[in-house]
């Protein structure tokens, strides 16, 4: 399915700059239209991460945690089901125990208790009579199971990085960039890095109390391939201080010094932690930790994490990767199912505006495996779109996904306004959240839905449209430009290179029965290209989105190029 490219600006005095200082020109072009002004743009050093001391209530929860842990206190920890939430668990077990603190965990099931500190997930953990309760990655908007904690005599701790409603809990601590009055400069943190920073201030506290000094405290940046799996893998925008974890968190696991779980997942999913890139924590890594709490529970994913034995990690690992295999099914014929509903509506006849956004319900639906289809259909279509499973004979679970410029949180925000009682609950981000609503309210929010998006969006905004980062010339197609390009931390808000030539095909065939493989010509020379899960044929000349990379092919490395679209 083609679309429109449309071409990044760029500073061309930045970009010779950039090349003047060693970067070679088509990078420089690339950084320049991302904002890199300067060569220390880029360097990420963790000594340049925003300060802690700027994010509200983090010094009073470091305080609370403190006492805590000097009065032996029993600690949960009360994680999410995604693989942030199973990362930021791991952190907070990790980091706590490792500074004297008596501290187990507890996940909900998504299928039985939802998601969040509800009050049902409160009564559980009570079994367990714990002391204090300690979100990640969730309790923003947890109001009545904070309420409930506090009946049952019970602290709660919450660190969480989604937006706020109107009211907070009224919890011993709030712990969240987002959260009204944060001067906390980067809003971007995903749970696991707001649970860092809080380790980061609860071992300072420890310190300035004379527990242990800097020769002896424990050593927070072992954590940092967790934090950066978590954080690639909740797809948080990758601004500076965001980037600076996340390439901390791949230095290490380069070198080895990774948790015995990240070996694990590294080794099932074929991948080579010596090469490691954000995207091999995005697209091996992360759904296999996400598998377990879409089909299961989060359980097996978070003692992956935990585990420092290696058989056991990988034996914990291996069963991710079946998970991540019967997922990978689920999610196939859930897709087939949607794109032969989206066919017969034929979206894209649609006048440009008409229709907005997307909404689909099938009987049978998987509740764990929707969100993943929502973010399939948005790719496709180019529209907001959530996608409901039943949860039980009376409620729908949606999960959604957006596009740039559509707002999804704050568009859900708005139907609660404009039409009372349609939603249950909802929280999330820009450009994915989750809902709760009646079964029978599905044809009203549909409708509420696409009013919201078409009164509040710019219609020019569901075009068709690729951001790409102009041609290469032949003979900048180089190993020396994929190295340049491996070597910096790219993802959401700071998108990988995609340029855009007019190619010569040369030859294509499917391959796999689904994959496209081309070779292509410019200017007198030949590549290899793979156009993945695309089985329809180009023009013998065609202008093609791409990413240049490295295989091996016969003993050679060589460079070939990944497509992404056809122009129209």
């Not at 932690?273 to 091999?280: G, M, V, W």
């Not at 034995?309 to 099914?329: H, I, S, V």
């Not at 909404?359 to 969100?371: D, K, N, S």
Request: with cysteine; charged share 25%; aromatic share 6%.
């Amino acid at each position: 399915m083609s679309m429109r490219f449309q071409i990044r600006d760029f500073d061309p005095a930045t970009a010779r700059r950039l090349h003047q200082l060693g970067v070679p020109a088509p990078l420089a072009r690339v950084l320049a239209a991302r904002g890199i002004l300067t060569e220390a743009d880029l360097a990420l050093s963790t000594r340049q991460i925003q300060a802690p001391q700027t994010m509200a209530q983090l010094a009073q929860a470091a305080r609370y945690l403190a006492d805590a842990i000097e009065q032996g206190r029993r600690l949960l920890v009360v994680a999410d089901y995604d693989c942030d939430g199973a990362t930021a668990c791991a952190v907070a077990v990790r980091g706590l125990r490792a500074m004297g603190a008596q501290v187990e965990y507890l996940v909900p099931n998504r299928f039985e208790l939802g998601y969040g500190l509800t009050p049902e997930l409160v009564d559980l953990a009570a079994r367990r009579k714990p002391d204090v309760l300690i979100t990640v990655d969730n309790g923003i908007g947890s109001i009545e199971g904070v309420d409930r904690a506090n009946e049952l005599g019970i602290d709660v701790l919450i660190t969480d990085h989604h937006l706020p409603a109107d009211r907070l809990p009224a919890a011993r601590a709030i712990v969240n960039p987002n959260q009204p009055g944060c001067g906390f400069a980067s809003k971007h943190l995903a749970g696991v890095g707001v649970m860092f920073y809080v380790l980061l201030q609860l071992r300072a506290e420890l310190r300035s109390r004379g527990r242990f000094d800097e020769a002896s405290q424990p050593r927070m940046d072992a954590l940092l391939d967790l934090v950066a799996l978590g954080t690639v893998a909740d797809l948080v925008r990758l601004d500076r201080n965001n980037r600076i974890l996340v390439q901390a968190g791949l230095e290490r696991i380069r070198r080895g010094a990774m948790q015995a779980g990240i070996a694990a997942l590294f080794r099932v999913a074929g991948r080579d932690p010596r090469t490691a890139r954000a995207s091999d924590l995005g697209f091996a890594l992360g759904p296999r930790i996400n598998a377990a709490g879409r089909l299961t529970d989060m359980t097996q994913g978070i003692e992956c994490l935990l585990s420092d034995d290696a058989d056991q990690a990988l034996e914990l690992a291996q069963r991710l990767d079946t998970l991540n295999r019967e997922r990978r099914q689920i999610e196939a014929d859930m897709q087939a199912d949607a794109e032969i509903e989206l066919d017969s509506a034929d979206l894209d006849a649609l006048p440009l505006g008409q229709q907005c956004t997307i909404t689909m319900f099938r009987e049978g639906w998987h509740p764990g495996v929707v969100g993943l289809i929502a973010s399939r259909i948005k790719e496709r279509h180019h529209r907001p779109t959530i996608a409901f499973a039943r949860a039980d004979a009376s409620w729908l679970r949606g999960s959604g996904r957006s596009i740039e410029g559509v707002h999804l949180r704050d568009t859900l925000d708005r139907i609660t306004k404009t039409s009372p009682g349609l939603i249950a609950r909802f929280g999330g981000h820009a450009m994915a959240a989750g809902l709760t609503i009646a079964h029978d309210a599905l044809e009203s929010f549909t409708l509420a839905f696409e009013q919201a998006a078409r009164e509040t969006t710019d219609p020019a905004l569901y075009a068709r449209t690729l951001a790409v980062d102009g041609a290469l010339e032949a003979d900048e197609i180089t190993h020396s430009l994929v190295e340049a390009i491996d070597r910096i931390v790219w993802g959401q808000g700071f998108a990988e290179p995609l340029f855009a030539n007019d190619f010569e095909v040369l030859e294509q065939r499917i391959v796999k029965g689904k994959h496209l493989k081309l070779t292509l010509a410019l200017d007198g020379r030949r590549w290899p290209a793979i156009w993945f899960r695309h089985s329809e044929a180009v023009p013998d000349r065609a202008r093609l989105a791409y990413r240049p990379a490295i295989d091996e092919f016969r003993g050679q490395r060589r460079v070939s190029l990944m497509i992404e679209q056809l122009c129209a």
